[in-house]
């Protein structure tokens, strides 16, 4: 397996249930069927903040195509990126990219892999 490409998500107290402490990264690996249709979904995160504010991401759903022998990766969460006044701003991730890798041992370029909505209909019969 390609090495992961993306930051490492930070730990963060819930939104609601802040005594059972911080929700930490979990950072996995999936063998997920290739050339056929795949639903990620992700989001739905709320983030405490200081006092009664909190930090919330919508809910997503995305269809990709996994090509087979092909190495992708999946960023989905909550992250905080620096601002120009010196604050940090929440920012909901959700991307999927191709790992394409490089010359040098260990080095990879991601590639953008196109998503799309899931179908809203229901299976015939169901």
Known sequence: ML?????????????IRRGEGA???????????????????????AAGGYGSTYSTCPEVRKVVLFEPGK??????????IPQANGETAAMCA????QLLP??????????????KPPVDSKCPGS
């Open 3 to 15: 090495p992961r490409f993306a930051p490492k998500l930070p730990a963060y107290a819930g939104a």
């Open 23 to 45: 929700y930490n990264e979990i950072a996995t690996e999936y063998r997920v069927p290739a050339g056929r249709p795949f639903l990620l979904e992700g989001g739905g995160v």
């Open 71 to 80: 190495s992708y990766e999946a960023y989905v969460g909550l992250n905080y």
């Open 94 to 97: 959700f991307a999927v990219y």
């Open 102 to 115: 490089l010359g040098k041992p260990g080095a990879v370029m991601p590639m953008a892999v196109q998503a």
